[in-house]
């Protein structure tokens, strides 16, 4: 069964500087999804970044980048420019790929805090 | 809005109760998953739904129970509800391809008193 795990259950960034948050997964497929979630006091889910398993650039969006790391199964996220409206659970999250059901597996979540 | 509705927002029951959780996909979604968010166990998967038919289970209790109706809405149904019932439940909706995103609903949050 594939896990993964968020080894960070609390982080802190000032405004305007860098964070990265780290997740590790543990699969024996080759092929395979992993996302990056959002999830602010208002609960919705949010998806903040996507990465395809295949693809060996890593996937950015604005200010969000990843650091897809296939062989050592790590894929950590990088917030750039952080805004007060970044302070969120963050969650990574595994998805497989081929034919059959596309269930996310997720870690335990990164509390996010940003100082003023 | 991610398009996925879910309804009622909050839920407030007691103990050995029943309740019915309900789900609207965005429109065209053909796949419906509902997954169960709680301090102690975090994000888990429930249950999968493709097109009114159960494609996937996961730690689902045998007390919970759902379906996909012909128009694609789902509903969850939990039963004998206890204390460790409360969470916060989920559900997500996608095309149900392998290269299509899935958006979440803003969940339900079931408290059993």
């Known amino acids: 069964a594939q896990t993964v795990t968020q080894s960070q259950p609390e982080m802190s960034v000032q405004e305007a500087e860098t964070v990265t948050l780290s997740c590790t997964y543990d699969t024996s497929e080759s092929d395979y999804y992993l996302f990056w979630y959002k999830q602010p006091p208002s609960r919705q889910m949010i998806l903040v970044i996507r990465?395809?398993?295949?693809?060996?650039q890593n996937a950015t969006e604005n200010r969000f980048s990843v650091n897809f790391q296939k062989a050592a199964k790590s894929f950590s996220l990088k917030i750039s420019d952080s805004q007060l409206g970044d302070a969120a659970m963050y969650f990574c999250a595994y998805r497989r790929s081929g034919a059959g059901s596309y269930q996310l597996t997720f870690g335990k979540g990164t509390k996010l805090s940003v100082i003023p | 809005d991610s398009g996925v509705t879910q309804t009622p927002k909050h839920l407030i029951t007691a103990t050995g109760q029943r309740v019915t959780l309900r789900c609207s996909p965005r429109?065209?979604?053909?796949?419906v998953y509902w997954y169960q968010q709680s301090l102690d166990q975090g994000l888990q998967f429930l249950i999968q739904?493709?097109?009114?038919?159960?494609?996937a289970k996961g730690n689902i209790l045998e007390r919970f129970s759902a379906q996909q109706f012909p128009d694609l809405h789902s509903e969850l149904n939990l039963s004998s509800l206890e204390l460790g019932d409360s969470a916060l439940y989920f559900c997500?909706?996608?095309?149900?391809?392998?290269?299509?995103?899935?958006?979440f609903g803003q969940g339900t949050r079931l408290t059993v008193v």
């Open positions: 990465q395809e398993a295949y693809k060996q």
């Open positions: 739904y493709y097109n009114g038919e159960e494609r």
């Open positions: 997500a909706s996608s095309a149900g391809h392998q290269n299509t995103e899935a958006f």
């Open positions: 429109s065209g979604d053909l796949s």
